[in-house]
């Protein structure tokens, strides 16, 4: 089946660095999304990645190993804004649909 | 990145009327747009695809004649909830696909809070 895991919720504080993994098991993969979802607003795009490696934009990178099934997004000099729920998604390669996790809910402390 | 633009932000109506949400791609043409529902602290659960000037293709478990859905043009999909429920009390977001080589990224609308009293 289709499966998508990222950790319910985490917890950093202001200024630190915080990765957020999410692993994943399809039957096709087209590339993996990252969201940013700011409680009662819709997601907004951060990154994609097809390639295994790691692909920077600014403080947030996203990374990929697709023979580990495996994608983490890394966010430097957090700040209070940045809490969010960060939401994984892969694009299966049959349907081009997007399979969502569950999302993560990232808690900034000052 | 690309604006859809989703109205109304929120709705409240008594059970039993039918609402309609739009979403609209503002600076591109989208031949295909997608509707999902969002339960509280839930993940996003994919309703149905809407493909301009073709009938939308639903999810399993998903109503066709409870949730109409028309995409008439590359510009604009309407969702209506017909004979709105209490249980239909959700968070419906847009979101519209933007072909660029390979990424083909979706970009959603700010959503749709509906409270059916």
């Known amino acids: 089946g289709q499966n998508i895991d990222q950790p319910t919720e985490m917890t950093a504080t202001e200024g630190a660095i915080v990765q957020i993994n999410c692993t994943y098991q399809?039957?096709?993969?087209?590339?993996l999304f990252w969201y940013q979802q700011h409680a009662g607003e819709a997601p907004t795009f951060l990154s994609y990645n097809v390639l295994d490696g790691l692909e920077e934009k600014g403080r947030f990178s996203s990374f990929l190993s697709r023979s580990k099934g495996y994608s983490y997004l890394l966010l430097k000099e957090l700040q209070m804004k940045d809490s969010a729920s960060y939401l994984c998604?892969?694009?299966?390669?049959?349907?081009?649909?997007?399979?969502w996790g569950a999302g993560t809910k990232l808690i900034i402390k000052p | 990145g690309a604006v859809v633009s989703q109205h109304p932000s929120r709705v409240i109506c008594k059970s039993g009327t039918s609402v309609k949400i739009e979403c609209r791609s503002l600076d591109f043409q989208a031949t295909t747009m997608f509707w999902y529902r969002q339960f509280p602290k839930k993940s996003l659960m994919l309703m149905a695809t809407?493909?301009?000037?073709?009938?939308?293709?639903?999810e399993q478990g998903v109503e066709k004649d409870k949730f109409l859905i028309n995409h008439a043009s590359l510009t604009l999909s309407t969702l209506t909830v017909t004979s709105a429920h209490p249980e239909d009390s959700s968070f419906y977001i847009c979101?519209?696909?933007?072909?660029?080589?390979?990424?083909?990224?979706?970009?959603f609308g700010a959503g749709t809070r509906l409270s059916v009293l």
């Open positions: 979101s519209a696909r933007v072909n660029m080589g390979a990424k083909n990224i979706q970009y």
């Open positions: 399809t039957s096709g993969f087209n590339g």
């Open positions: 998604a892969v694009r299966d390669g049959g349907n081009y649909q997007l399979i």
């Open positions: 809407s493909n301009e000037g073709s009938k939308a293709t639903y």
